[in-house]
């Protein structure tokens, strides 16, 4: 029944969303393309330049780029050769009239992706504000739990996902959707209406599928922006009339208070809602109905990586760089060009070239993230997993004035579920906390294995991790979900060896009356072990801090 | 493009109350607005500076003085020379994430020194913020120093740079407007103490409000000039109560009763410092004073005290319920 699940349509619509963005590149923001690199994605972009034609900018940005070449301003090379200031145009401005291309958008940092919405906001660039009215192309390459900024993407009119157009269908025109014929009395109420049945909350939408309905202006315009510009964006699905059955005993709250009330007026017409609802991409569809979006899978992602080199902390010593992405060390620049001033013989000035600048090099202190791991299975029983819940949320608080970050992976059933991303959030780690449920099988090694992947994606980052692992150790369900102790307990030593060849810090606190699997399973992993059949957060932390 | 007129905005009024709280007296020392993406933070703040009236700055005078202001304190009119006036907007500065400490203190002037061999500053974006407004964006995503570094000179009003072989002050009297979205990290509470106001902007949820929102949005960009010229009346009355604001914001008096009640609310809510009551008599003061009231009352205090309190509430992190909440519990207490 997902009839835009068909490639034809899908490359349809995407060419449809390329021809509206060459129109108004700047009024429309842009389009997120979601797509592994290849000849599919290749096809369009070449599409889109043919759109926009050859007078107008086509920029591709290079990864890394850094203010002077976004923004523009001095030209370093070029000013200390010719002895004069030199400016250039940065590639906002350059760009202006015309598109943006940005690959990897997912890696993007946050400073760049905050430069970018901070021109699409005003349309201007630059030192001198110089007019810079560009669309923006987000190549969006991430897995899973990448994604191009979301502060970026709501700014964006269209998202596109061409993973599921095969390359045949690239050389065709697609095939276009037909609208269902509807009394479009007001398209504004329609497409409140309609975003707000979706959940979406940022009023960016609506405006900018107002924008695209207009852009279009055909008959039932409003239903073809909505399909473009809302349903890759909704947050969940509207409510059937009929509801069907009782809804699973774990779903939570997870409207805002407020959300689900009074949503009464004017609900968009059903032919409506179905075309939106069709048009929902495949992958987001599987999701809102495997119980919705959580609000952190919405926001995973969030700007790329901290920055490799420091530009704050202490200094230890300096490096040559460019004195606009770091902080200029005066004294070693001199140092560095001192010994050929003769060669270079500068007319009574201090010849300085490129080469000698250099900046300092800071260190930050790093964060460390504390990843627990917890137990919530039947076994380890519903009050032990409230007790633990209450060591994270002091733990947390005092990470709080740290500065350190908590990370929290819970298994139970079959498998392990990262309920809190890495976060120093109070907010979310309640939420998250709240609505964590117990019962269930035992899946220790897919535990280990989760919390082995946070504690790692945090070393990528630059931090430091260490894995808290609380359990009684009676493993009972293997990495596939099957049941039987003898394989699970295999695969939990197993899982807790790749902990230790990690080289990660690791606590484990037994929570089980009579010892056993837990504590050959610290010695697996080269954990601390702590026998606690009670739970104690003021313990835990204790040890907590001992490991770090 | 004009700017979007701040008489437009629908809804927000908390945010729109603290934003005039800080126009009139902008030493109530910054607000804090935390809430969803997209919800007009950023117009707001353009609108509202679009509409005061414009300031009599030195031309030339990168930091913006007042000709009436002594010229001691800016090392450009320091130096003497004329200083004819100019009519300057107010200016809105952006301290995008990831800038610089040297772009926003100001800097060896590269250009200047490499070119011509010359020591010179080149002044940041706190000095093109003087007299105006900085925001900043996602200030929870802000490297702490840099928001230590921010909320010191807006309080003492006046940059000191020593760095790189450069010495010297220059004013710098904003009013710091930083935004974010508690979900992606939180303040140090040492910061989050020295914002003057912070509010809660949440994304309007009946339909209603969101269409009013789109039309208005909508309504502009189609005819920008013909939507401002239609506010224009509002907005001027609204500059109108401003510059009125101003004006009486000395002469408002702060009765001791009221005085006595902000302590009470204060000592309720088990606030660090004095820090709660001191603000929370400034903004009720510059509220008193937009509201056209000689003296400070009870309504006044209860209208501003969740803004001015709400983020001074020492963290219990079991403490299910919001700060929110609390305020208004000590508020029904004392004003029993």
Redesign the interface.
């Known amino acids: 029944m997902t009839t835009a699940g068909e490639p034809e349509r899908i490359w349809a619509d995407a060419l449809l969303a390329l021809r509206l963005l060459a129109q108004d590149p700047h009024g429309l923001g842009g389009i997120v393309v979601r797509a592994g690199p290849g000849p599919v994605r290749d096809a369009w972009i070449e599409r889109l330049r043919d759109a926009l034609g050859p007078e107008r900018p086509f920029r591709r940005m290079p990864p890394g780029i850094g203010d002077e070449g976004l923004l523009g301003g001095l030209d370093l090379a070029a000013t200390l050769s010719a002895g004069r200031p030199v400016t250039r145009t940065g590639l906002l401005a350059a760009a202006d009239g015309g598109v943006i291309v940005v690959p990897m958008a997912e890696r993007l940092e946050p400073g760049t992706a905050a430069r970018l919405a901070a021109a699409l906001d005003t349309g201007r660039a630059g030192p001198e504000g110089a007019s810079a009215r560009f669309g923006l192309v987000l190549l969006d390459e991430g897995r899973d739990d990448e994604a191009a900024p979301v502060a970026l993407a709501d700014r964006l009119a269209f998202r596109i996902d061409l993973d599921s157009v095969p390359p045949r269908v690239a050389l065709t025109e697609g095939r276009a959707v037909e609208e269902p014929e509807v009394e479009e009395a007001d398209p504004v109420a329609m497409l409140c209406s309609l975003a707000s049945a979706f959940g979406i909350a940022s009023p960016r939408a609506p405006i900018l599928a107002l924008r695209v309905a207009r852009a279009l202006a055909t008959d039932n315009a409003a239903v073809t922006a909505a399909r473009l510009v809302l349903a890759p964006r909704a947050e969940r699905l509207p409510e059937p009339p009929p509801p069907p059955e009782a809804p699973p005993e774990n779903e939570r709250e997870e409207t805002p208070p407020g959300q689900g009330e009074e949503r009464e007026p004017a609900p968009p017409e059903d032919v409506v809602l179905d075309a939106v609802r069709a048009a929902i991409p495949p992958r987001l569809l599987d999701l809102l109905l495997a119980g919705g979006l959580r609000r952190s899978d919405a926001r995973a992602g969030r700007g790329g990586r901290p920055e490799a080199v420091s530009r704050t902390g202490r200094p230890v010593g300096h490096r040559p760089g460019d004195p606009r992405r770091g902080r200029l060390d005066l004294l070693a620049t001199l140092r560095a060009a001192a010994p050929w001033q003769r060669l270079r013989q500068g007319e009574g000035r201090l010849a300085i070239r490129r080469d000698d600048l250099r900046i300092r090099k800071l260190r930050r202190r790093v964060e460390t993230t504390t990843v627990f791991c917890v137990d919530a299975s039947g076994s380890a029983a519903l009050e032990r997993l409230a007790e633990a819940k209450g060591a994270v949320e002091a733990l947390l608080a005092e990470a709080y004035v740290r500065r350190d970050r908590v990370a929290l992976v819970a298994f139970r059933g079959t498998g392990a579920d990262l309920v809190l991303p890495p976060t120093r959030s109070l907010t979310r780690a309640k939420r998250g906390l709240a609505g964590l449920p117990g019962g269930g099988g035992t899946p220790l090694a897919s535990g280990l294995d989760a919390a082995l992947t946070v504690a790692l994606g945090v070393r990528r980052g630059g931090g430091n991790a260490v894995v808290v692992v609380l359990t009684d150790g009676r493993a009972n369900v293997a990495r596939d979900g099957a049941g039987g102790r003898a394989r699970a307990g295999d695969e939990a030593l197993q899982a807790a060896r790749a902990l230790r060849q990690a080289g990660l810090p690791a606590l484990v606190v037994d929570t089980g009356a009579r010892g056993g699997g837990a504590k050959a399973m610290a010695e697996a992993m080269a954990a601390r072990y702590l026998a606690l059949p009670r739970l104690d957060s003021g313990a835990i932390g204790a040890a907590v801090k001992a490991i770090r | ?1 004009p700017p979007f007129p701040f008489s437009a905005i629908v809804g927000q009024d908390e945010m729109r109350q603290a934003l005039l709280i800080a126009a009139v007296d902008p030493a109530v020392g910054g607000v804090l607005v935390f809430g ?5 933070k ?1 117009t707001a703040i353009r609108a509202l500076a679009a509409l005061l009236p414009p300031m009599n700055a030195v031309a030339g005078c990168p930091y913006n003085c007042d000709p009436a202001s002594p010229a001691d304190l800016c090392p450009h009119c320091a130096e003497g020379g004329p200083r004819k006036a100019q009519k300057k907007p107010v200016p809105v500065v ?1 301290l ?8 926003v203190v100001g ?2 002037d ?3 020194a ?2 011509a ?1 010359v020591k010179a500053f080149e002044p940041g974006l706190l000095a093109r913020a003087n007299r105006g407004f900085l925001y900043i ?2 200030v929870n ?1 802000l ?4 928001v230590d570094l921010l909320l010191d000179v807006a309080a003492s009003g006046v940059n000191t740079v020593e760095r ?2 450069l010495s010297l002050r220059h004013p710098a009297r904003f009013v710091l407007v930083g935004s974010g979205n ?5 303040l ?2 040492q910061l989050l103490d020295r914002f003057g106001l912070a509010c809660e902007v ?7 409000t ?2 009013a ?3 208005a ?2 309504a502009y ?1 189609r005819d920008p000039d013909a939507f401002c010229a239609a506010h224009a009346k509002e907005d001027t009355a609204i500059r109108k109560r401003i510059e009125a604001a101003r004006k009486r914001l000395p002469a408002v008096t702060v009765p001791d009763a009221a005085l006595e009640q902000a302590a009470r609310l204060c000592l309720a809510l088990g606030t660090d410092g004095l820090r709660g009551e001191l603000t929370l008599m400034r903004t009720a003061r510059a509220l008193a004073a937009l509201d056209g009231a000689g003296t400070v009352t009870d309504d006044h205090l209860r209208r501003i005290a969740p803004a001015a309190l709400r983020h001074r509430l020492r ?1 219990n ?2 403490d ?1 319920s919001g700060s929110t909440v609390r305020v208004e519990r000590a508020l029904a207490e004392v004003f029993a």
């Open positions: 493009m969803d993406r997209g919800t007009g950023s952006d995008p994430l990831g800038a610089t400490e040297d772009r800097t060896l590269l250009e200047r490499l070119g061999g964006d996602e995503l490297e702490d120093h840099l790189e072989g508690p979900e992606e990290g939180e140090r509470p949440a994304t309007p949820t009946d339909i209603a969101r269409i929102v789109v039309r949005r909508d960009e963290r992190p079991l299910e």
